[in-house]
């Protein structure tokens, strides 16, 4: 059974920095793209970043800002998260695919954490 655990979330004033983490169990980790959506209220989740064979994909709002990265052999992977805005605010949710490339379609992912709530205060 695949399991996916975000940590790292949390209340912070704008410009301040966060890195979440996700750490993945029942499932071929280093075969697979990572990826990250975030949720705010009354919103549809949406991509935010995701990591696979042919390297890393951002969402234009976030591409300066936010860095993906994954260690393999921890099973993880990271969402770097500087100059926070309050507009960033929301759930994210870390996701894996069923295929090593990575891609923005929330579809194309079948395994979901739980997600954990970033809150950027102005």
């Known amino acids: 059974q695949v399991q996916l655990v975000e940590s790292g979330g949390g209340l912070v004033q704008a410009g301040d920095s966060l890195r979440l983490s996700c750490v993945a169990s029942?499932?071929?980790?280093?075969?697979?793209?990572l990826g990250w959506f975030r949720q705010a209220p009354g919103k549809e989740r949406e991509f935010v970043a995701a990591i696979g064979w042919s390297g890393p994909s951002y969402a234009g709002s976030v591409k300066v800002r936010f860095t993906i990265s994954r260690d393999n052999p921890k099973n993880t992977v990271y969402l770097q998260m500087n100059n926070l805005k309050p507009e960033d605010t929301a759930v994210y949710y870390c996701?894996?695919?069923?295929?090593?490339?990575?891609?923005?379609?929330?579809?194309?992912?079948?395994?979901w954490g739980q997600g954990t709530q970033v809150t950027v205060s102005s």
């Open positions: 029942g499932l071929t980790f280093e075969n697979v793209a």
């Open positions: 996701a894996a695919s069923g295929i090593g490339i990575a891609t923005t379609e929330r579809a194309n992912y079948p395994h």
